[in-house]
């Protein structure tokens, strides 16, 4: 069966820096672009970033776009967003996402992040 | 980028309603459109991908129906576990983005 389990999620203070993970099995992770979409409390989804299988190709949206930088290690089947310069707009539940829109669409449980001084 | 909209925001119908749920594109995304449930809590679960395909195991009351700019959700007859919130998502060009969502209560 397929598994995300994101961690790395916590309470820091705005300018810091966190780097979230998520540890994949049950599929061919090489074989798969994964995406990191989050949800600020209350509000609405909003689509953060996505990487290729082989790590080359990847997107961002506007408002993480030189804070935020994605990658994975598909030797371990583990995905990262590295975030750095943290604002209190960052706040969110990050989900760690599989094939989106795809019919091998696939979530995890998501991790918080609570950027606040 | 690609800007979504949804309407209504907020939807209130009762067991065994037809309910249909707008999403319009600010441009042409042909049916490069996904739909997603949530509910309170939980991950989202996708719907409708493709702009009209189901999902694995989403009951056929469920689907989808549009192209270019404007699509719709229709539920066709309203069940308990359908109260929930719907999100539509492009994915005709990066970034990606999605609707601002409509909750079903």
């Known amino acids: 069966d397929v598994e995300l389990l994101e961690s790395g999620g916590g309470l820091v203070q705005p300018g810091a820096s966190l780097r979230l993970s998520c540890a994949a099995s049950?599929?061919?992770?090489?074989?798969?672009?994964m995406t990191w979409v989050r949800q600020a409390p209350g509000r609405g989804l909003e689509w953060v970033s996505v990487i290729g299988g082989s790590g080359v190709n990847t997107f961002y949206a506007e408002s993480v776009k030189g804070r935020f930088t994605i990658s994975r290690d598909n030797s371990n089947s583990t995905l990262f967003l590295q975030m750095n310069t943290l604002r209190a707009e960052d706040t969110a539940i990050y989900y760690c996402v599989k094939g989106l829109n795809t019919a091998g669409d696939y979530w995890g449980q998501g991790t918080l992040v609570t950027v606040s001084s | 980028d690609i800007q979504m909209t949804q309407s209504p925001s907020t939807l209130s119908a009762s067991v065994g309603d037809r309910v249909t749920i707008a999403c319009r594109a600010s441009e042409s995304i042909a049916t490069w459109l996904a739909w997603y449930q949530q509910k309170s809590g939980v991950a989202p679960k996708l719907l409708i991908y493709k702009g009209s395909t189901l999902q694995s195991g989403v009951p056929p009351r469920f689907s989808g129906s549009g192209s270019g700019t404007e699509f719709t959700l229709t539920i066709t007859s309203l069940q308990p576990d359908d109260f929930a919130t719907y999100y539509c998502q492009q994915y005709n060009s990066y970034p990606l983005s999605f609707g601002g969502g409509t909750k079903v209560e």
């Open positions: 049950g599929f061919k992770f090489s074989d798969s672009a």
